[in-house]
C-alpha cells in the first residue's frame, strides 16, 4: 500500500526566489514519480516527472528531484513567478498513481 | 491536445437522488480514472477503469459505482447521494504502457453539492 505525504499545507515564497516543494512516500516499487499543478475551479496539469532511474529531471524554470535511499520526492521552481501561485500536488505509481495531499504555493509580489 | 470532458461544472442534488456524472476523452485512452478532492485529503480514487467493461476499486469506492460501456466514456453513478458525497469530482485518463509515463490527463471537474 502507497501512502504518499506533503507535509506542508501551504508555501508563500517572494517573487523571483526559489520554491521548494516536498513529497515524501512509502512504497518504491513504482517507475514514475510526477507533479501536478492545480488552479481553483480547473484540473490538476501534469506539470513535469522523473523516471525512478534517474535523480534529478529539468524543465525551464522545474526541477524535480529523487532522492530513492530517502523515499522523498522535491520540486524547485525558481524564479518563482506570481502565475505559480496553485496547489501542487505529487503522485506516484504505476497505471494507478497515490497523490500527496497537496501544497496551496502563493508567490509574493 | 487532449481533451477531457465532464459533462457538468456545477450540479445540485437532493440527498438519496441517483447522480451521474459523465467524462469524456478523445485521445483513445485505454485508462480512464475517477477521483474525488476534499480540502485537507488530497486527490483519492474511486475507480479506475484499463478497458471497456473493465473496472477497478480504487481507494474509496463505498456508495459509488461505475460504468464503461465505450473506450471514450466513462460514467461515475452516486446510486443515492448523500451529503458526504459533496464534493469536487474529476476525471482522468492515460494511456496504457510504459512509453505513456503514468501522465493522466484531467477534465476541468464537477462540483457537486449533495443538500
Known amino acids: 500500500d502507497q501512502q504518499v505525504k506533503q507535509n506542508s499545507p501551504s508555501l508563500s515564497v517572494q517573487e523571483g526566489r526559489i520554491s521548494i516543494l516536498n513529497c515524501d512516500y512509502t512504497?518504491?516499487?513504482?517507475?514514475?514519480f510526477l507533479w501536478y499543478k492545480k488552479y481553483p475551479a480547473e484540473g490538476p496539469t501534469f506539470l513535469i516527472s522523473?523516471?525512478?532511474?534517474?535523480d534529478k529531471n529539468e524543465d525551464g524554470r522545474f526541477t524535480v528531484f529523487l532522492n530513492k535511499s530517502a523515499k522523498h520526492l522535491s520540486l524547485h521552481i525558481v524564479p518563482s513567478q506570481p502565475g505559480d501561485s496553485a496547489v501542487y500536488f505529487c503522485g506516484i505509481g504505476n497505471e494507478k498513481l497515490t497523490f500527496g495531499t497537496g501544497t496551496r504555493l502563493t508567490i509574493i509580489p | 491536445d487532449v481533451k477531457v470532458t465532464q459533462s457538468s461544472r456545477y450540479l445540485v442534488k437532493r440527498t438519496g437522488e441517483k447522480v451521474f456524472l459523465e467524462c469524456v476523452q478523445d485521445?483513445?485512452?485505454?485508462?480512464m480514472f475517477w477521483y474525488r478532492q476534499d480540502p485537507g485529503l488530497g486527490l483519492r480514487l474511486i475507480y479506475f477503469?484499463?478497458?471497456?467493461?473493465?473496472?477497478e476499486k480504487g481507494d474509496i469506492p463505498e456508495g459509488y459505482s461505475v460504468s464503461r460501456e465505450k473506450k471514450e466514456r466513462f460514467s461515475l453513478i452516486l446510486e443515492s447521494a448523500s451529503t458526504n458525497q459533496t464534493s469536487m469530482y474529476l476525471c482522468?485518463?492515460?494511456?496504457?504502457?510504459?512509453?505513456?509515463?503514468?501522465?493522466?490527463?484531467f477534465g476541468a471537474g464537477t462540483r457537486l453539492s449533495v443538500l
Open positions: 482522468a485518463s492515460s494511456l496504457r504502457g510504459l512509453l505513456a509515463k503514468n501522465i493522466q490527463y
Open positions: 477503469s484499463y478497458d471497456v467493461k473493465m473496472k
Open positions: 485521445m483513445d485512452h485505454e485508462n
Open positions: 522523473i523516471s525512478s532511474i534517474k
Open positions: 512504497n518504491s516499487m513504482f517507475d514514475y
